[in-house]
């Protein structure tokens, strides 16, 4: 039961990096004034939209509406698509509603998983790659290693302290977690998390530990957090999710025993669930995760695999 990245919202930027060309900074100011570039714009996490018809659609700023932030707010080349390339530039929280309003009265900042899931996948994935870079930023102005500020370099993908007996190049930090779905063929077991809306039920999560597989981590996570043995592990596929820096390694896990004991200080509940009562949750109060989670795909790629 794969999945497929073009499935899940926040996975295909669709943009090519530059790894290579970023590291020039002649070619990047060029690209920076270009008249087809966009800026993906963030102001203390939230992304920028406009409200059209009832909805959020994913905005972006022109370079003559940011050109007099660039000196003093961060910013980042994510790539380029067929449309141009793409910047993305944090506000940090300063004042802009001039800005906003010569742009669009109807722009606003809002919080991407709220508007994410209603938007253009491409959009949508560009709006989370920039908001991923930009958290890691916000949250490595030091050197972790003596303390001193660190600098951008290379359009955004380094930061180097300015400490000259240091010199450490820091990189942007993903922290790899599983997801899983646990099955017997029959059933799935399901979890409300303490930090979930009361009737919401999802799969088990948890991040990988040093030294560990990613099979290893499905296995000691089921084990801790339901009292569950697995046994074969199969991976699934794998999707961004930078709320704030995670990368979701989806699996499905067969069962070996079915007796659950709970871990109270991760869950509040667990149960196994049929096909038809998953089919039921709306009519019994029960919710399953959002659609642009992979934690959703996981569920309804099993439900179909049993119909």
């Known amino acids: 039961m794969k999945i497929e990245p073009s499935g899940l919202f926040y996975a295909s930027p669709n943009v090519d990096r530059m790894a290579v060309r970023r590291k020039d900074e002649d070619w990047v100011k060029a690209r920076l004034t270009h008249k087809t570039t966009r800026f993906v714009a963030l102001s203390q996490t939230q992304n920028l939209f406009m409200q059209q018809d009832g909805t959020l659609v994913p905005s972006f700023l022109s370079y003559e509406a940011v050109e007099g932030f660039l000196d003093h707010c961060p910013w980042a080349y994510l790539g380029c698509d067929d449309e141009g390339d793409v910047f993305v530039i944090d506000f940090q929280g300063i004042e802009i509603s001039d800005l906003l309003s010569a742009a ?125 043995q697995v046994g074969n592990v199969t991976y699934a596929g794998s999707q961004p999710w930078p709320f704030p820096t995670a990368l979701m390694l989806g699996y499905y896990a067969e069962a070996l025993s079915y007796d659950i004991s709970l871990d109270d200080d991760e869950l509040d509940d667990a149960q196994w669930f049929t096909r038809a009562e998953l089919r039921n949750f709306p009519e019994i109060g029960k919710h399953m995760p959002s659609h642009d989670s992979i934690a959703r795909s996981l569920i309804d790629n099993w439900l179909k695999a049993g119909s």
């Open 104 to 228: 669009g009265s109807a722009l606003l900042f809002e919080d991407l998983r709220k508007a994410g899931p209603l938007s253009d996948r491409k959009y949508a994935a560009q709006f989370a790659y920039g908001r991923g870079l930009m958290f890691w930023h916000s949250r490595h102005q030091f050197c972790g290693a003596c303390g001193s500020p660190t600098e951008i370099r290379e359009s955004g993908h380094v930061r180097k302290c300015v400490n000259s007996a240091c010199g450490l190049d820091h990189f942007p930090r993903t922290d790899p977690a599983v997801i899983m779905l646990v099955h017997d063929g029959e059933r799935c077991l399901l979890s409300n998390h303490s930090r979930m809306r009361e009737g919401m039920y999802s799969t088990l999560a948890g991040f990988v530990e040093p030294g560990e597989t990613l099979e290893g981590a499905v296995r000691r996570e089921v084990m801790e957090e339901t009292g569950v």
